[in-house]
């Protein structure tokens, strides 16, 4: 038996998430990932004596952005504050961050299963720079290209109750952040970060335990290791006797252990207090409305709107959705043609194969041309093998598919009199297919249908050979 089973894990996650602007969030430094080290800086952001801060207005809308798309109240007045720590990883010996007058307050997340994740707030603050460890005897580099990038952490309530919670809750953030193109949240490159409190409660109790705090987890299945093994971790030392010591802890993701790093330090600690370089952020609601305006439809709304409006299969939503460039794509074709499923069928088994295992990508045909060509499909004026052709034809010369088909001759041309005469050839060569028809017609109008395909290249109408075939067999 588990030591565990006797407790409630709780668990609360700040998440980092570097914001998608051009610029760093209080100079004219480039936002970019993987520059040569300590090239993308300035006085500014390396905090030299004099320098001034100058807010970015975009990194201020990107994080009411977010705000609005958690639910959260904006603040009409919010205050950046320094919070002061000296680490070589931050020149200025301090942060700018916000602590008692955040930008975004309150909002919530909903799991699958219904229950609620509280968000506390969600606050905006610039990222320090990068240091790597070349172990003891070499030493530490440290690269100051990332400090003063936008970040915002988002604050959540202790409501997380397991790992898989977590993880769920993360993906859910990751996939609203990047739809709405607020943040690229690339976990390899640091561009989304989760630092995870966690502590144990005894069933039935109302007292909190404890917690410890794991900071710096970047990808998914890191949180989810690191979370399962301090569970257990507290469980077993609560179970010897031990008591839980308030603790930063650092998760070895190799050896898949976490170790103390230091005790946890407490906001008083850092005395922050406002920057004295910056103006309080005044917001109006004109202002929110104008980014209100902005926003696009989140992946989890357009789900349920493609299951409910479009009729689609929840597979089908899921995957369409899970881009939001895939799910723009789609939504363009519907208003070129309205058949969402067809559209769905084909940019789902035809178009996806063109561009697997690229990981950004644009489909190399138009919304235009290809609810053009599905059109022509549906309305039997070409069929689905033709219509392939027609697509690979297009993506290689760019044309508009109705002109290219007439061009190579792929429209559906033959008459009914050919169709006919084709009927009574094979009724005169084949009695027993007349027979058969008679007795058990679903058994033969396959064949029937084939032969006159057959004869005719495949560009005959197949519904209309059916009705022929009732009127003449
Ligand atoms: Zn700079």
Same mark, same amino acid.
């Given at each position: 038996?588990?030591?565990?089973?006797?407790?409630?894990?709780?668990?609360?996650?700040? *998440?980092?998430?570097?914001?998608?602007?051009?610029?760093?969030?209080?100079?004219?430094? $480039? &936002?970019?990932?993987?520059?040569?080290?300590?090239?993308?800086?300035?006085?500014?952001?390396?905090?030299?004596?004099?320098?001034?801060?100058?807010?970015?207005?975009?990194?201020?809308?990107?994080?009411?952005?977010?705000?609005?798309?958690?639910?959260?109240?904006?603040?009409?007045?919010?205050?950046?504050?320094?919070?002061?720590?000296?680490?070589?990883?931050?020149?200025?010996?301090?942060?700018?961050?916000?602590?008692?007058?955040?930008?975004?307050?309150?909002?919530?997340?909903?799991?699958?299963?219904?229950?609620?994740?509280?968000?506390?707030?969600?606050?905006?603050?610039?990222?320090?720079?990068?240091?790597?460890?070349?172990? $003891?005897?070499?030493? %530490?580099?440290?690269?100051? &290209?990332?400090?003063?990038?936008?970040?915002?952490?988002?604050?959540?309530?202790?409501?997380?109750?397991?790992?898989?919670?977590?993880?769920?809750?993360?993906?859910?953030?990751?996939?609203?952040?990047?739809?709405?193109?607020?943040?690229?949240?690339?976990?390899?490159?640091?561009?989304?970060?989760?630092?995870?409190?966690?502590?144990?409660?005894?069933?039935?109790? $109302?007292?909190?335990?404890?917690?410890?705090?794991?900071?710096?987890?970047?990808?998914?299945?890191?949180?989810?290791?690191?979370?399962?093994?301090?569970?257990?971790?507290?469980?077993?030392?609560?179970?010897?006797?031990?008591? *839980?010591?308030?603790?930063?802890?650092?998760?070895?993701?190799?050896?898949?252990? %976490?170790?103390?790093?230091? %005790?946890?330090?407490?906001?008083?600690?850092?005395?922050?207090?406002?920057?004295?370089?910056?103006?309080? *952020?005044?917001?109006?609601?004109?202002?929110?409305?104008?980014?209100?305006?902005?926003?696009?439809?989140?992946?989890?709304?357009?789900?349920?709107?493609?299951?409910?409006?479009?009729?689609?299969?929840?597979?089908?939503?899921?995957?369409?959705?899970?881009?939001?460039? *895939?799910?723009?794509?789609?939504?363009?074709?519907?208003?070129?043609? &309205?058949?969402?499923?067809?559209?769905?069928?084909?940019?789902?088994?035809?178009?996806?194969?063109?561009?697997?295992?690229?990981?950004?990508?644009?489909?190399?045909?138009?919304?235009?041309?290809?609810?053009?060509?599905?059109?022509?499909?549906?309305?039997?004026?070409?069929? $689905?093998?033709?219509?392939?052709?027609?697509?690979?034809?297009?993506?290689?010369?760019?044309?508009?598919?109705?002109?290219?088909?007439?061009?190579?001759?792929?429209?559906?041309?033959?008459?009914?009199?050919?169709?006919?005469?084709?009927?009574?050839?094979?009724?005169?060569?084949?009695?027993?297919?007349?027979?058969?028809?008679?007795?058990?017609?679903?058994?033969?109008?396959?064949?029937?249908?084939?032969?006159?395909?057959?004869?005719?290249?495949?560009?005959?109408?197949? &519904?209309?050979?059916?009705?022929?075939?009732?009127?003449?067999?």
């Amino acid at each position: 038996m588990s030591f565990l089973e006797q407790y409630d894990v709780v668990i609360g996650l700040e *998440i980092h998430a570097e914001l998608n602007t051009k610029t760093k969030v209080f100079c004219g430094c $480039k &936002n970019q990932f993987g520059q040569t080290p300590n090239t993308n800086t300035c006085p500014v952001c390396t905090g030299m004596p004099g320098a001034l801060p100058i807010l970015n207005k975009h990194a201020v809308e990107l994080a009411i952005k977010s705000g609005l798309s958690f639910g959260c109240e904006i603040s009409p007045y919010s205050v950046f504050e320094r919070k002061n720590y000296f680490y070589p990883d931050l020149s200025k010996a301090y942060q700018i961050s916000q602590l008692v007058y955040p930008l975004c307050v309150g909002g919530h997340i909903t799991l699958d299963s219904g229950k609620t994740i509280r968000l506390n707030r969600i606050h905006l603050e610039e990222d320090a720079g990068k240091l790597t460890h070349l172990g $003891k005897a070499t030493g %530490s580099l440290v690269d100051y &290209n990332r400090g003063g990038t936008p970040l915002i952490e988002m604050v959540t309530e202790p409501d997380l109750s397991s790992a898989n919670e977590a993880v769920e809750f993360l993906k859910k953030v990751r996939e609203a952040l990047i739809f709405e193109e607020i943040a690229n949240c690339k976990m390899e490159e640091g561009g989304m970060r989760c630092d995870v409190n966690l502590s144990l409660m005894k069933k039935g109790s $109302k007292e909190y335990g404890t917690r410890t705090e794991m900071k710096n987890l970047n990808s998914f299945k890191s949180v989810q290791r690191a979370i399962e093994y301090e569970a257990e971790r507290q469980a077993e030392v609560l179970a010897s006797g031990g008591v *839980i010591v308030q603790e930063t802890r650092k998760w070895d993701d190799e050896k898949g252990e %976490s170790f103390a790093m230091r %005790s946890k330090e407490q906001a008083q600690d850092y005395r922050y207090f406002p920057d004295p370089d910056l103006l309080p *952020i005044q917001i109006s609601k004109e202002n929110i409305e104008h980014i209100k305006s902005e926003m696009v439809m989140l992946p989890s709304d357009r789900r349920t709107r493609y299951m409910e409006e479009f009729g689609l299969p929840e597979y089908d939503a899921q995957i369409l959705t899970s881009t939001r460039y *895939i799910s723009d794509y789609f939504e363009k074709c519907v208003q070129h043609f &309205n058949a969402p499923k067809k559209i769905s069928n084909w940019i789902m088994v035809d178009l996806l194969k063109l561009v697997k295992d690229q990981e950004e990508f644009t489909f190399p045909v138009s919304e235009e041309h290809l609810s053009t060509i599905i059109k022509m499909v549906e309305e039997k004026t070409i069929n $689905k093998t033709v219509g392939l052709q027609l697509l690979d034809k297009v993506i290689e010369t760019g044309k508009e598919p109705l002109a290219l088909a007439k061009e190579m001759n792929l429209l559906v041309t033959i008459t009914d009199e050919q169709i006919i005469e084709l009927l009574e050839k094979l009724k005169s060569e084949n009695a027993k297919v007349v027979d058969d028809f008679k007795k058990t017609p679903e058994k033969v109008i396959g064949f029937i249908v084939g032969y006159v395909m057959k004869n005719t290249g495949g560009k005959a109408n197949s &519904n209309r050979v059916r009705e022929l075939i009732a009127e003449k067999f």
